[in-house]
């Protein structure tokens, strides 16, 4: 077995967004993110009073809406235009297509965006998870009880070069496997209980509504949990925009970053959470209680250290020829909220 690098999944491949935008290359040597300080930007004095947002229809978003339900956006002068996709890629489009002012991403991805000469920075992180959150999952019956069994097997992701397509193959490197003996395949979180129970595929990349079912209705067995062992404590995703936005609006940016905060505290209710995957993304009532447990860690702000992790792995990899200076990309949470 070899000795793990660091508990963070590493960017093994990457996927470029095939999106043409006038954006300049940023290098690490670059100043940070914002053009204006913390303490500059006016939160109550938006730019633009609507924000577009892409997110999971999860209840990673439930801060948005919390501050929503609440009159915390207005507090700020702006509302919130929601959309969903179903990939780290696709919120990656978005932003750079111009669809949303603010999208979600995996770390792996802002970097290798970056790096391909994308102008991306990161306002705020997203969520991290618990274990048991999001894992992949096999039934009862398959045979498959580690990692060891997986070689030959047909495995689902969200996405190819997907962090959960990028963290399974680390981790049968780590045991000494050979992760191109798998065979993946791309399917959303809503089809891979069919798939199972089909026999389409042997294993099952899982999160959300879709593995609360898998536990309750199928008893499924997790082979590897995605925020446990080497991933826990890693930071899993965040907010990003385009640099060209952020500087466009700070103002803006920063009632976001202020309304997104203020979220933070009051899905601390979990009654609150509930009624928001129920009533503004579509749970059924069981399901949504049941996700109580899985709730998301939404930290404040950016911790810097663990996001520089992402770009000294690559590095480690040679997927990046020197690190990125990750504060280079942060946009600073504002002190006035």
Known sequence: ??????????ALAVTTVAVVIGLAGCSS???????????????????????????????????????????LLAEYGITQEMSYVESSAAGMAAILGGDADVAYSS????????????????PNEAIRFDPGALTFEVLPDSGITSLEDLEGA??????????????LRYAMLEEGLDPSTVEFVELPFGEITSALVNGTIDVAAAGGPALTGLKTDYDS??????????????????WIMTKA??????????????????????????????????DELGFEQSVAEGEVSKKPVFPKGV????????????????LLDEPL???SIIIPTPDNC
């Open 325 to 327: 200076d990750v504060s």
């Open 107 to 122: 770390f792996w991805g802002v970097i290798d965006a970056i790096n391909q000469g994308l102008e991306v920075v990161i």
């Open 154 to 167: 047909t495995v689902s992701v969200p996405a190819l070069n997907s962090g959960h397509h990028n963290r």
């Open 1 to 10: 077995m070899r000795t793990a690098r660091s508990h963070l999944l590493p």
């Open 303 to 318: 911790e810097t250290d663990k996001i520089q992790q992402f770009s000294d792995v690559m590095v480690e990899l040679g």
């Open 245 to 278: 936005f952020a500087e466009a609006n700070p103002n803006t940016v920063a009632a976001f970053q202020c309304s997104w905060n203020a979220g933070i505290d009051l899905v601390k209710d979990d009654d609150l959470y509930v009624q928001i995957l129920v």
């Open 29 to 71: 040597s670059e100043a940070p993110a914002g053009e204006t300080t913390a303490a500059e930007v006016d939160p109550r004095a938006p730019e633009q009073d609507t924000i577009t947002i892409a997110g999971y229809r999860q209840g990673s978003i439930a801060p948005a809406f919390a501050a929503e339900k609440e009159g």
């Open 221 to 238: 067995v997790t082979v590897l949990d995605l925020a446990d062992g080497m991933f826990a404590g890693a930071a899993e995703g965040g």
